[in-house]
C-alpha cells in the first residue's frame, strides 16, 4: 500500500501548489457581464466590450449618462459648416494617453483608417462610410488585396509596397484632415444629424499608434495588415480614457483603475472596478446575495420574473412616497433607496430592475419567393405576412409566456426613442382582419378541416419556425406563437431550435419561413433600424427587397432638413411595418440589472444602457431623510 | 521496461498526427464561419479578407500551415516566432490558443488532480467496505451511493453544494479561482462520479480475489478476512480500478465543462465547449491535442504501474525484447 500512500502525496501536493495563489484585495465595484472578447476599439461589436471600452478610451465625444446626448470628449468644442457637411473638431490640449503622450488629431485619424481596412475585420466599419470617399477607399483596399492574393509575387517588399499605395490612397480619398495635432476635419457626403453620436461610438475611439505598431506586421502571403494578440493586453494596451486596465486573465475577469491622466468630464468615482465573467445565471445570483458582486448587468436565471416580480411588489407598497420623491426631483435609484428597506420575509426585494433597452424583440419572414427546398415560399406574399402578424396577441405574450411585461412593439424602431422622430403605428391584433388577409391571399379553409387550403386544394405548408437554442425564453415565445397561428389562421407550424452557428448559417442560406430574430440600435437614429431591411444589407436576413422602401431611405440620406429627413423615414418605417412586414415586431428588449440603489449608484437607465463604468460608485451608509 | 516506454513515447507525434488530422476535419464540417459573430455582419469584403488571412477558404493550406506551425518546423523556417504555437484564437481575437492553454491548464488540472484524489479516497473506502463484507448492510448503502454518485448529473450535484455549503453555511466561496477555497467544491463535485466507479471495480475485484486459491491458503494459514485482503487481495483488486485511472486522471484534468460552468472556474473544459460552438478551430485543435497527449502519457504510466504492480504482466513492448 506504499504506492498508494505515495500517489495520493503526490497528487495533495500538487493541487497544494497550484491552488497556492495570492489572495487579492476585493475591488470597489464588482460587476458580473458576458465574458469580454475583444479589447481593440475598432473590432469590438458586443455590448459587454463597449461596455468596458467606454471607459478606457474616450473618443472626441462622449454620451451623457442622464439624457444620452453627445457632449464633449476629447473634443472640447467643434463646428459645422452651412451645407451641413464638413465637421470640424478642436481637441483639447491637455488630453493625455497612459503613457503620457499628448492625444492628437492624428491618432483619431489612424484609428479611423485602422476601422476602414478590411484588414481589421471590424464589425462596425460601415459608420464611417458616411464620410467622403470612405465607402471608395474601402472598396479599392478590398480589391487591391484581391489582386495581390491572385497575382504572382508575394515577398515582404510587394506587401510593403501595397502598404504605402494604401497609405497614398487613403490620403487621397478619404475627407478626414488633421492639419495640426489640435484640429480633425471631417466632411461627409450628406448632412448627417446623428454624427456627434457616432462619435461617442467606441468604435471611433483613437488608438495610440505607436504602441499598435509593435504589434502590426504585414503578411507577405495576403498582404494585409495583421495585430497580433497581446496588444491589447495590461501593461502594454495604451488608452485615454477614465480608467485603465490593470489586469485582464482570460475568462477571469478584468480590473480598471483610475487613469491619473484623465483630464475630462468622466473622471472615475470608484478606486477600481472588476469585470468577472459569471455565465451559469444561478451562480451569478448566488454570487451577488453573497456579496461578491455588486451588480449583475445582465440577469438571465429563470426565475428572473418572480425576483422582478418581488421588487415590483415591493415598489407598489410605497408608490406614494416613491411617486412624491421623483417629484421632488430625485433620481429612480435615490427614490429607491429612500424608501423603507424591504421585509424579506414577505419575499419583497428592491435589487431587481427592469429596464427598457434599445433594442427590439422580432420574427423574421423569410420574403425569397423560393424556400431553399426550391419549394414556393408563401412568406412571399406581404398578405401572408400580415396576416401572420395581426394574429399575434403581443400583451398576451409579454404577460403570459415571457412575464416580464416589456413595452410591445408594433414598430421597429421603439417608441419615443429618438426625439422629433414620430412613429409609424403598425398593425395590431386583430385576428379577423389577419384571416381576411389570408383569404385574399388566396388560403381558405376549403374542406372544413381547420386547415387553410389554396385553390388548387393543397394545404398551407407547415411553417418552419427556426430559432437559437439556448434561451428557454425564446422558445416559449415560439411555442406560444405556434399556438396563436394555429388557432387563428389555421395552420401547422414546426419548431426547429439549433445551436447558434447552425442557425446562423440556415438564416444565411435562407433555410427557414420563419426565424427568430432581434436587433438593438447602435446610434440615435431611426436608421440604425431601418438599415436592417435595406436591399442588400448584410444583416437582411430576410433578404426583404423593396424599391419603394430603398427609395425612401435613399431620400432620406439627401434630405438637408432634419425634420422633414426624420418624417420620411417614418414613412419608410411605415411601409416596413404596415404594408410590407418582412419583419414582426414582438416588443422592445428590456435588460435585467440586479443591484441594491441604496449600495451603489450611478447605473443609468437610459435606454441607450450605455453605462459608463467611471461613474459607478458605492454609496457610503448616509443617514436618509424621511419623507416630510 | 525502457523500450516501452521510449516506443510510446516515439509513437505520441504519430498519435497527435492522427488526432489533429480527424479532428480538423470534423471541427470543418461545421457550418458557419468562425469569424463571425451571431449579431451584426461585416462586409462582404471583409469576411472574405478574413478568409484568406487566416486561409478559411482552402482547408488544405490551413491544415498544412496550422501543422508547420505546431509542429516546430515553421519555428524552424522562420515563420513563427515560439515552437509550438497553435496559433490565435479565432473567436478571441485578443488571446493566443497557447495563452488559452496556458491560463486554463492548470485550473483544470488542479480540479482535477483534486478530484482524483478525493476520489481514491472516497472510493477505496467505499469498495473496501463493500468487498470485504459484501450482501452486508454496509455493502448495500456504499453501493446505493455510489449508485448514486455515478447518476447524479453534476450541474445537479454542484448546484446542491453550491447552495448548501456555499450560500446556506457559506463555508466555502459561491464561485471564482484564486484561492485554495475555492477549488474544494468543484473539486468533490467532479470527483462524485469517479469515486464512485472505483468503489464498484474496487468492490467486485475484491470480491473475485477473496475466492482465489492463494485467498484461501493465506486464510487456512491463520490470517484473518481482513489480513489477508490487505496483504494479498487487495493490490490485485486494485488492477481494475488502475487500468480506469489512466484516462479517468486525464479526462479530469483536461475539464469538465458542467463543474467549471457551475462554479464560475475559467477551466479548459468550458473553453473547449464553447470553442466547439463557436467553430473555433485553432482552440479546439489546441484542447483536443492537449487532451491526447495527457491520454498518451496516463495510460503509458499506467501500463507502467501495471508491471511494477504485477510482475506476471508482461507488455507488449516489454516482450518485444
Known amino acids: 500500500m506504499r504506492w498508494v500512500c505515495c500517489v495520493l502525496l503526490l497528487l495533495v501536493t500538487g493541487v497544494a501548489i497550484l491552488t497556492s495563489e495570492e489572495s487579492r484585495s476585493r475591488a470597489a465595484i464588482t460587476l458580473s457581464s458576458a465574458d469580454v472578447f475583444t479589447m481593440d476599439p475598432q473590432r469590438m461589436s458586443y455590448m459587454q466590450d463597449l461596455r468596458v471600452a467606454r471607459a478606457l478610451f474616450e473618443g472626441l465625444c462622449a454620451r451623457d449618462n442622464t439624457m444620452g446626448v453627445a457632449t464633449p470628449g476629447v473634443a472640447l468644442s467643434w463646428e459645422l459648416s452651412a451645407d451641413g457637411k464638413t465637421w470640424t473638431f478642436h481637441l483639447r490640449p491637455d488630453a493625455r494617453w497612459t503613457n503620457g503622450d499628448r492625444v492628437t488629431s492624428g491618432d483619431f485619424r489612424s484609428a479611423w483608417r485602422r476601422l476602414l481596412l478590411p484588414d481589421t475585420a471590424a464589425d462596425y466599419t460601415e459608420l464611417l462610410f458616411s464620410i467622403r470617399g470612405a465607402r471608395e477607399f474601402f472598396a479599392w483596399r478590398s480589391q487591391a488585396l484581391a489582386a495581390y492574393v491572385a497575382g504572382a509575387v508575394h515577398d515582404d517588399a510587394a506587401a510593403q509596397a501595397l502598404w504605402a499605395k494604401t497609405l497614398e490612397k487613403f490620403d487621397e480619398l478619404v475627407a478626414i484632415r488633421a492639419p495640426d495635432d489640435q484640429t480633425l476635419i471631417v466632411e461627409l457626403d450628406n448632412p448627417l444629424p446623428y454624427w456627434l453620436d457616432l462619435c461617442a461610438f467606441p468604435t471611433l475611439a483613437p488608438i495610440h499608434e505607436r504602441s499598435l505598431a509593435k504589434w502590426t506586421r504585414l503578411n507577405p502571403t495576403t498582404g494585409m495588415v495583421q495585430s497580433d494578440a497581446g496588444w491589447t493586453k495590461p501593461g502594454v494596451l495604451v488608452t485615454n480614457g477614465p480608467m485603465k486596465l490593470v489586469e485582464w486573465r482570460y475568462k477571469r475577469g478584468m480590473r480598471l483603475e483610475p487613469n491619473e491622466l484623465y483630464v475630462g468630464a468622466n473622471a472615475p468615482l470608484a478606486s477600481s472596478v472588476e469585470v468577472v465573467p459569471i455565465e451559469d445565471a444561478n451562480t451569478a445570483v448566488l454570487a451577488y446575495e453573497s456579496g461578491s458582486i455588486d451588480w449583475i448587468s445582465d440577469l438571465t436565471a429563470e426565475y428572473r420574473a418572480d425576483l422582478a416580480e418581488a421588487s415590483h411588489r415591493w415598489r407598489a407598497s410605497h408608490q406614494t412616497e416613491f411617486d412624491f420623491r421623483i417629484a421632488a426631483g430625485a433620481t429612480v435609484d435615490e427614490a429607491l433607496a429612500a424608501l423603507p428597506a424591504p421585509d424579506a420575509s414577505r419575499g419583497e426585494r428592491r435589487d431587481v430592475h427592469v429596464v427598457s433597452a434599445f433594442g427590439t424583440d422580432f420574427w423574421s419572414f423569410n420574403c425569397r419567393p423560393l424556400l431553399s427546398s426550391g419549394r414556393v415560399n408563401p412568406f412571399a406574399d406581404a398578405r401572408v405576412r400580415r396576416a401572420f402578424a395581426q394574429a399575434v396577441d403581443k400583451r398576451a405574450l409579454t404577460s403570459s409566456v415571457t412575464r416580464l411585461n416589456e413595452p410591445v412593439a408594433t414598430t421597429l424602431v421603439p417608441a419615443g426613442s429618438i426625439a422629433g422622430y414620430t412613429s409609424p403605428s403598425g398593425l395590431s391584433f386583430d385576428v379577423v382582419r389577419a384571416r381576411e388577409e389570408m383569404a385574399s391571399a388566396g388560403w381558405i379553409d376549403r374542406t372544413g378541416d381547420g386547415i387553410v387550403e389554396n385553390a388548387a386544394g393543397e394545404p398551407f405548408p407547415p411553417v418552419d419556425m427556426l430559432y437559437m437554442t439556448g434561451n428557454p425564453r425564446v422558445k416559449n415565445i415560439a411555442n406560444a406563437l405556434a399556438a396563436m397561428w394555429r388557432d387563428a389562421l389555421g395552420v401547422q407550424c414546426e419548431l426547429r431550435g439549433k445551436d447558434g452557428k447552425f442557425a446562423k448559417e440556415d438564416l444565411r442560406r435562407g433555410n427557414f419561413m420563419v426565424a427568430r430574430g432581434g436587433w438593438y440600435g447602435d446610434y440615435a437614429d431611426p436608421t440604425t433600424f431601418l438599415d436592417l431591411s435595406r436591399t442588400g444589407n448584410g444583416n437582411n436576413d430576410r433578404a426583404f427587397s423593396s424599391a419603394p422602401f430603398d427609395a425612401l431611405l435613399e431620400s432620406a440620406q439627401r434630405e438637408l432638413d432634419p425634420q422633414k429627413r426624420l418624417a420620411i423615414l417614418s414613412e419608410a418605417e411605415r411601409v416596413l411595418v404596415e404594408e410590407e412586414m418582412p419583419i414582426l415586431p414582438l416588443c422592445q428588449y428590456v435588460t435585467l440589472y440586479m443591484y441594491d440603489p441604496a449600495k451603489v449608484r450611478g447605473i443609468t437607465r437610459h435606454p441607450r444602457l450605455d453605462q459608463h463604468l467611471s461613474q459607478i460608485r458605492r454609496v457610503h451608509d448616509a443617514p436618509v431623510s424621511a419623507m416630510p | ?321
Open chain 2, 1 to 321: 521496461m525502457m523500450h516501452l516506454i521510449v516506443r510510446r513515447l516515439l509513437q505520441l507525434p504519430m498519435v497527435l498526427l492522427c488526432v489533429v488530422v480527424v479532428t480538423f476535419t470534423l471541427v470543418w464540417l461545421i457550418p458557419g464561419n468562425p469569424m463571425q459573430n451571431e449579431g451584426r455582419q461585416p462586409p462582404p469584403e471583409v469576411a472574405e479578407a478574413m478568409d484568406r488571412q487566416y486561409s478559411l477558404d482552402s482547408p488544405v493550406a490551413f491544415l498544412g500551415g496550422y501543422l508547420a506551425h505546431i509542429s516546430g518546423v515553421g519555428w524552424v523556417l522562420g515563420w513563427n516566432e515560439t515552437p509550438f504555437d497553435f496559433g490565435p484564437s479565432m473567436r478571441h481575437p485578443d488571446w493566443t490558443v497557447n495563452e488559452i492553454i496556458r491560463a486554463g491548464f492548470p485550473v483544470s488540472a488542479t480540479i482535477g488532480l483534486g478530484a482524483i484524489a478525493i476520489a481514491l479516497v472516497i472510493g477505496t473506502v467505499a469498495g473496501l467496505v463493500g468487498g470485504l463484507r459484501p450482501g452486508s448492510w454496509w455493502d448495500g448503502a456504499t453501493q446505493s451511493v455510489a449508485l448514486v454518485g455515478i447518476s447524479l448529473p453534476s450541474f445537479v450535484t454542484g448546484s446542491f453544494l453550491i447552495v448548501l455549503f456555499a450560500a446556506k453555511l457559506r463555508i466555502f466561496p459561491i464561485g471564482g479561482w484564486g484561492s485554495p477555497s475555492q477549488a474544494i467544491l468543484p473539486m468533490v463535485t467532479l470527483s462524485l462520479p469517479f469515486a464512485a466507479y472505483i468503489a464498484r471495480l474496487l468492490r467486485f475485484g475484491l470480491i473475485e480475489q477473496m475466492h482465489t486459491d492463494h485467498l484461501r491458503t493465506a486464510r487456512a494459514k491463520g490470517l484473518s478476512r481482513s489480513q489477508a485482503a490487505w496483504r494479498h487481495a487487495l493490490k490485485n483488486a486494485f488492477l481494475p480500478v488502475l487500468s480506469f485511472l489512466g484516462p479517468a486522471t486525464a479526462a479530469a484534468m483536461t475539464g469538465s465543462f458542467v463543474v467549471e460552468k457551475v462554479f464560475a472556474v475559467p477551466g479548459l473544459g468550458r473553453h473547449f465547449v464553447e470553442a466547439v460552438l463557436a467553430k473555433d478551430i485553432t482552440l479546439v485543435m489546441g484542447v483536443v491535442l492537449v487532451y491526447a497527449a495527457l491520454l498518451v502519457v496516463f495510460n503509458l504510466v499506467v501500463d507502467v504501474l501495471y508491471v511494477w504492480i504485477d510482475p506476471r504482466i508482461e507488455l507488449a513492448g516489454a516482450q518485444a525484447r
